[in-house]
């Protein structure tokens, strides 16, 4: 039913590929999440439907009803498939040059996605189920990265606060996006490198200097 | 011509007394910050009119005309007098006290108000004029009052971080509404406190024990 959309997708012409197990998923999987996010920025979530979605995609709807249990579920999934991949620790031995390295990132991403992130902070305050999907499927496998760096920082006697390293990890996102979301449309280039140097300790030894 | 309206508001009755020099403006000024933020929250920024505006408020067009210059000024000014104002700084002589004391009250007003900051992060991302006029306008006074708790607790040697307060300062508010408006709208009751342990040494002398 969707000829004329389906052609710019040779890739899913023939509808039973689609079904077929062990098929690569990545080109609809992630045809799938440009359009969920899509459809999220342009409709929120209330005006977005399977039918929109599997249009936008060109994939058949009892593809999607297949795969997910619930609209939250696919958005959930769509945000980690498409554009919101956790970065990856560059582990170089430099704790300071990695935490800041993917700072750097999270500024690059949160920038790219404002709209998607946008809408997703309207949509938490309607749907709540949304905040506790991000909170359990979607933040803690992206903060576990930055939890990882700021660990080998910890052990290596490089970070001012030490002890609560969780929370420690998400002043850097919260800033960047205050700062993107509610201030300007522009990343600040110095903040990355701003709050690196908050959060780690001017030296790289353990040992303090008393004043 | 909205005599149905002004009777609700008997103090407004007479239009000449709008104009009248040294009128107290509290209660109109208050009528109109509301009516602006509800006409935000509900209308969008694009969508909201003076004229609606005024309705709401229960004044005269010409009113806000003579007011403000222009739709960005009044949405700035009704934020700052109507359900945002600039916190107070105990200054209880104890710093870690008062900073603890102001992000309860952030949190306490990011909660209330979570609707109308939704909405504005919605809206700079279509009109960068309000995140200029929220930069120049709103966040510096205050942010000042969190730069000056900070500033006394640098003084007293109770910053781990006391080079960059500027930056420090924003460290609340962005893990307060990263958490509120991401996850969801419930408040986490430990976080200002966690915060405060983040920020703050661990004792109050300035001499630091070496491990």
Redesign the interface.
């Known amino acids: 039913m969707r000829h004329a959309l389906r052609q710019d997708r040779p890739a899913a012409e023939d509808p039973a590929a689609l079904r077929r197990p062990g098929r690569p998923r990545t080109a609809d999987d992630e045809a799938i999440a440009g359009a969920v996010l899509q459809a999220l920025v342009e409709r929120g979530y209330d005006g977005m439907t399977v039918e929109d979605v599997a249009r936008r995609a060109g994939v058949g709807r009892a593809t999607l009803y297949r795969r997910w249990p619930t609209k939250t579920a696919m958005v959930i999934d769509a945000l980690g498939r498409g554009r919101f991949p956790p970065p990856e620790d560059p582990d170089s031995g430099d704790a300071r040059a990695d935490f800041l390295s993917l700072l750097r990132t999270v500024q690059a991403t949160f920038q790219r996605e404002?709209?998607v992130?946008?809408?997703?902070?309207?949509e938490?305050?309607r749907h709540?189920e949304i905040?506790?999907a991000?909170?359990r499927d979607f933040?803690p496998e992206r903060l576990d990265v930055l939890i990882g760096v700021l660990g080998r920082a910890a052990a290596g006697?490089l970070l001012?606060?030490p002890?609560?390293v969780e929370?420690?990890a998400?002043?850097g996102?919260?800033?960047i996006?205050?700062?993107l979301?509610?201030?300007?449309?522009e990343p600040d280039p110095d903040l990355p490198q701003?709050?690196t140097?908050?959060?780690f300790t001017d030296r790289p030894e353990?040992?303090?200097r008393?004043?």
Chains 1, 2 share one sequence.
Do not use: C, E
């Open positions: 404002h709209h992130m946008r809408a997703l902070q309207l938490v305050a709540p905040g506790v991000l909170s933040v006697g001012r606060a002890s609560d929370l420690l998400q002043v996102p919260a800033l996006w205050q700062h979301a509610l201030l300007t449309n701003r709050i140097d908050l959060i353990p040992r303090r008393n004043r």
